[in-house]
């Protein structure tokens, strides 16, 4: 209870210091959590989210699901050619970005960029659309937790990069904690959580589809993210990189 008001106060005072503020959200358990508290405090505080096309299919759906569900009014900023089917018949409001660089790319390193070169991939479909949704504002609220993993322990509560804050009100939070506060505010999890796998593995941490794997309970939660490749359990980059200038 005391990290919810917590994260609560965080909100309301980013909220007073910068006008021009959102929050992100991939549709995973952290950002369902963010977004709900956020959403408590302020009921119109923008919400927009970075879709690229290797997320599974689930996660398009329960965008919709959860987008209509809570009443988000999601933006969602993705490289495409085209809004997918989903989004459009479901009138998501979506920004598409050029497929050019990606396209480039994709043809020099060879299909599965996401195995060859994963930071570029994820440079060119998660990083760069994310600087486009930040462009405008002064501050953005994301989901991070310091108990993701190793990487994730020595973030701060309050980020100041270039030309943008951070904020991250629910830093402290267990995996436990986010799980209990989905289920004691019955906001439904994205079903990949749901699914078992031999060995007691599952998702705990949710990417894209060829970047997500399950594991077991005893390891950090992103060591299921990028694995087989050099950047296993590491960061797609919105969390290292300076945004906005
Ligand atoms: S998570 Fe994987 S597929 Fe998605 S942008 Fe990054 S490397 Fe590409």
């Not at 009138?91 to 480039?104: D, E, G, Q, R, W």
């Not at 659309?129 to 462009?135: I, L, M, R, S, Y």
């Not at 993701?148 to 830093?171: A, F």
């Not at 299921?224 to 980059?237: D, I, L, M, P, V």
């Amino acid at each position: 209870m005391d990290k919810i008001e917590h994260a609560k106060d965080m909100i309301r005072d980013a909220i007073s210091k910068n006008p021009k503020i959102a929050v992100a959200c991939s549709f995973g358990k952290d950002s369902m959590v963010t977004v709900d508290i956020a959403r408590k405090v302020d009921p119109n505080i923008p919400i927009f989210s970075v879709m690229t096309l290797y997320k599974p299919k689930s996660t398009f759906e329960y965008l919709v699901q959860m987008n209509e569900k809570m009443d988000l009014d999601v933006h969602v900023f993705m490289v495409a050619d085209e809004i997918p089917e989903i989004l459009s018949k479901n009138k998501i409001k979506t920004t598409l970005l050029s497929t050019v660089k990606f396209n480039a790319a994709k043809a020099r390193y060879s299909k599965r960029i996401y195995k060859v070169d994963p930071d570029l991939c994820c440079k060119l479909l998660k990083v760069d659309p994310t600087k486009e949704a930040v462009k405008d504002l002064d501050a953005w609220i994301s989901g991070l937790r310091n108990t993701e993993g190793i990487i994730r322990e020595d973030y701060h509560e309050i980020e100041h990069k270039g030309g943008l804050v951070k904020i991250n009100p629910i830093l402290s939070f267990t995996e436990k904690d986010v799980l209990d506060y989905l289920k004691n505010n019955d906001i439904l999890l994205h079903p990949w959580y749901l699914q078992e796998f031999p060995d007691n593995r599952k998702y705990r941490s949710l990417g894209c589809e060829p970047c997500t794997k399950p594991i077991s309970t005893d390891v950090p939660e992103r060591m299921g993210r990028w694995q087989s490749t050099n950047k296993c359990a590491g960061e797609c980059g919105i969390h290292t990189q300076i945004l906005k200038n």
